[in-house]
């Protein structure tokens, strides 16, 4: 059974830093973090670290943000530097499993981004 469980979100003053963590990453799938602002429905792309561990990044957080994965705890870390009140909203690991043509989801973690 696939479960992807977020941790580490917070509230953090602007120009603050986090580290999320999401669990139960297996080596052989790409993972993705989006983001939920508030009030709004959709969930944005922000990054992603393929299996092979290379990483792809949204213009908004590139420079600032940094995916990561440790496959030996099936883990993959979200380091958030600089931070703005606009990343605030929550955060959502996720992971579509080609095996079985199904996207899975974390519950998410909120991140508050304010002075």
């Known amino acids: 059974q696939v479960q992807l469980v977020e941790a580490g979100g917070g509230l953090v003053q602007p120009g603050g830093s986090l580290r999320l963590s999401c669990t139960g990453a297996?080596?052989?799938?790409?993972i993705d973090w989006y983001r939920q602002a508030p009030g709004q429905q959709q969930r944005d792309w922000i990054t992603?670290?393929?299996?092979?561990?290379?990483?792809n990044y949204a213009d908004s957080v590139k420079g600032r943000f940094t995916i990561s994965r440790d496959n030996a705890k099936k883990t993959v870390y979200l380091q958030m530097d600089t931070l703005r009140p606009e990343d605030t909203g929550i955060y959502y690991c996720?992971?579509?499993?080609?095996?079985?043509?199904?996207?899975?989801w974390g519950q998410g973690t909120q991140v508050t981004v304010s002075s």
């Open positions: 996720h992971a579509f499993i080609r095996t079985v043509r199904n996207h899975y």
């Open positions: 992603t670290v393929f299996s092979d561990g290379s990483t």
């Open positions: 297996e080596d052989i799938w790409n």
